[in-house]
C-alpha cells in the first residue's frame, strides 16, 4: 500500500532536517565546538531548532500515516501535513534568529501543537467512530 501524501511530507521534511543538520554543522566548525553548544548562542540556537525538529517530526509524521491508511480525503491530510511543514520551516527560522524569542517560533510551536492535536483528535474520532 502506498502512502503519497505521508511520503510527500515525509520527504520535505528529510530535506529540512538536512538543512537544519548541516546549519549546526557550519556552527560547529565556526566555533570549533565539537560537543555541546560551548556556550555559544548561535550554535545553541541551531541545537535546538535541529533537536526540536527531531522531538516533533516522528509523533506527527505517525499520525499523519495512520490517518492517511484510512482516510479518504486528501485535501484533509493535506492541510494536517503541509500545516505541519510550515509550521516547522517557521519555527526553525525563529530559532536559528539572533534574538529567538519572535513571531517565526511562536507561530512555528503553535501550529505544530495545533496540527498535533487536530490530527490526533481526527484519529481518535475515527477509531472511536468504528468501535462504537
Known amino acids: 500500500m502506498m502512502f503519497p501524501v505521508t511520503m510527500l511530507y515525509t520527504s ?15 556552527n560547529r566548525l ?4 565539537s560537543i555541546g553548544s560551548g556556550g ?17 517530526v516522528p509523533l506527527a509524521l505517525l499520525l499523519l500515516l495512520m490517518a492517511e491508511s484510512v482516510v479518504t480525503q486528501t485535501w484533509l491530510l493535506h492541510v494536517f501535513g503541509l500545516t505541519f511543514f510550515l509550521a516547522r ?3 526553525a527560522w ?3 534568529r539572533p534574538v529567538n524569542v519572535n513571531l517565526g517560533r511562536r507561530l512555528g510551536a ?18 472511536l467512530g468504528s468501535i462504537i
Not at 520535505?12 to 557550519?26: A, E, F, P, Q, Y
Request: some cysteine; overall charge positive; charged content about 10%.
Open 40 to 56: 555559544d548562542a548561535s550554535l545553541e540556537n541551531a541545537i535546538r531548532a535541529h533537536g526540536n525538529f527531531c522531538e516533533y
Open 94 to 96: 525563529g530559532m536559528t
Open 12 to 26: 520535505l521534511l528529510g530535506l529540512l532536517m538536512i538543512i537544519l543538520s548541516i546549519g549546526v554543522s557550519r
Open 30 to 33: 565556526k566555533t570549533r565546538v
Open 89 to 91: 520551516v517557521s519555527h
Open 110 to 127: 503553535g501550529l505544530t501543537l495545533l496540527m498535533i492535536i487536530s490530527i490526533s483528535l481526527y484519529n481518535l474520532g475515527y477509531v
